[in-house]
């Protein structure tokens, strides 16, 4: 693999926010990204807390007009792609098919997004108190508030994909400093300015090989990227 697109995966996994609707919730810690699952493991779900019906009717308000009560849609379509991954290896493709058709049936029957919602509630009332529902409501319900629930995931999305390249550029520049101790890398990294990569002192030439009838597309580097002001 290319240092830059090794550089480029590393960046993406690290800014990577855990959020299961794109527009009011607030960006998560970045975590490190999980190896694929060789099986899946059984989960205890806690049994939700009972919340005052007046603040659990305002909780459901602010979740709907939020679009955080598609989170049960968004969190069942990752799983159902898990454990399409997870049955690939083992399942010719019309036999896939078939399988993924009944477990999703059977995973809606089962698991309807109704049931997220309800696990939703009382963390919301554990952390927020009446007045501060009913001030989001408020907000959320006013122009301000339907203009950041419609961009604000863009936004985020935008952001983050600035911060990767910006980071991305600087640990390219940082590598480049480091050539003449660690020649092993410069064949690694990207041309700078458009020119071919200098090659490593002492370095012997790589011959070219003859061309292939079929040739594969070499892997993408990462080049660097100027932010957009």
Avoid: W
């Amino acid at each position: 693999m290319k240092l830059g697109t090794a550089l480029t995966l590393v960046l993406c996994f690290a800014a990577m926010p855990v959020m299961a609707q794109t527009s009011t919730a607030p960006p998560a810690k970045p975590v490190a990204k999980a190896p694929p699952p060789s099986r899946l493991e059984p989960v205890v779900t806690p049994l939700p807390e009972r919340v005052d019906p007046a603040k659990d009717t305002a909780i459901r308000h602010l979740l709907d007009i939020t679009q955080v009560s598609k989170m049960g849609d968004n969190i069942s379509g990752g799983l159902s792609i898990q454990v399409r991954n997870l049955m690939k290896p083992n399942l010719p493709d019309d036999r896939l098919q078939k399988f993924m058709v009944e477990f999703d049936q059977k995973f809606r029957d089962s698991m309807p997004s109704a049931k997220v919602i309800d696990i939703i509630v009382p963390i919301y009332a554990k952390n927020f108190s009446m007045e501060e529902i009913q001030g989001l409501i408020q907000f959320y319900e006013s122009p301000l508030g339907k203009h950041v629930v419609e961009t604000l995931g863009q936004v985020s999305r935008d952001s983050q994909d600035a911060a990767i390249s910006l980071e991305r550029d600087a640990a390219i520049k940082s590598l480049r400093t480091m050539t003449g101790d660690y020649p092993e890398i410069v064949k690694m990294l990207p041309p700078e300015n458009g020119a071919a990569p200098a090659a490593a002192a002492g370095a012997q030439p790589v011959p070219t090989p003859a061309p292939a009838k079929a040739q594969a597309p070499a892997a993408p580097t990462l080049k660097p990227v100027t932010p957009q002001q």
